[in-house]
């Protein structure tokens, strides 16, 4: 399996600004993604990190919005940028291991007012 | 439109019993499908995989393929309260085991009567 960490894990924020989420795993992963989970609805996911190179989105994400970084093998960030209370949700770090096995990260909990 | 259907529950089963979670998917690409357990205010636990048709167990859980069908499920043996939660099914996308994007389901909210 894979112990994955998220920071922060629960933040509330001012409509506008923006947050930064951290991903970290505690092995080499060959892939990590980002998901979204909003209050009573499953998860979807925004876009998939690519190490050292731009994140792909799925449709209806923006890098704009959203930009992810994965500057190695087990670390990455997701920004929401320019929030709104929109944005409230639960943010989730993905990965998947080299044993094509896909685990969740706790999570962080974010609030817009 | 890749979809993925699952009974929308809640499903309530008492203590004891077999749960039974249900799912059909509609991408005849996948070839791997992952069941997740979610609690409350949690995120989701691996539970387990299966990419064979037929039948897998581990434990209490056994998961059921059967990719002619489109079909994937979930039995629960000796239900117990702490099995309470939301079961997300997850086909992986495509037409290979590695690394694909899953596709979730909107969930079965199970709760174990003691």
């Known amino acids: 399996s894979a112990v994955i960490s998220q920071k922060p894990s629960r933040d509330i924020c001012q409509r506008g600004t923006s947050l930064t989420i951290q991903c970290q795993v505690d092995s080499q992963v060959t892939m990590m993604f980002w998901y979204r989970q909003q209050p009573g609805q499953s998860l979807t996911l925004i876009a998939t990190a690519n190490q050292g190179s731009e994140a792909t989105y799925e449709s209806g994400f923006v890098i704009d919005k959203f930009p992810i970084s994965r500057p190695n093998l087990t670390f990455s960030t997701l920004t929401v940028s320019n929030m709104s209370p929109e944005d409230s949700s639960i943010y989730l770090c993905?990965?998947?291991?080299?044993?094509?096995?896909?685990?969740f990260g706790p999570g962080t909990r974010l609030t817009v007012l | 439109q890749k979809e993925v259907e699952q009974n929308s529950g809640p499903l309530s089963v008492p203590e004891g019993a077999i749960a039974s979670l249900n799912c059909t998917y509609s991408d005849r690409g996948s070839q791997s499908f992952f069941w997740y357990r979610q609690y409350s205010g949690k995120s989701p636990e691996l539970i387990m995989f299966?990419?064979?048709?037929g039948d897998k167990e581990d434990g209490r859980f056994t998961a059921q393929l059967n990719k002619a069908s489109q079909y994937v499920s979930l039995l629960i043996r000796d239900s117990q309260p702490s099995d309470s939660a939301t079961y997300l099914c997850?086909?992986?996308?495509?037409?290979?085991?590695?690394?694909?994007?899953?596709?979730f389901g909107q969930g079965t909210e199970l709760s174990v009567k003691p």
């Open positions: 993905s990965v998947v291991t080299v044993t094509d096995t896909q685990y």
């Open positions: 997850a086909p992986r996308e495509g037409f290979d085991n590695q690394g694909g994007k899953l596709i």
């Open positions: 299966i990419y064979s048709n």
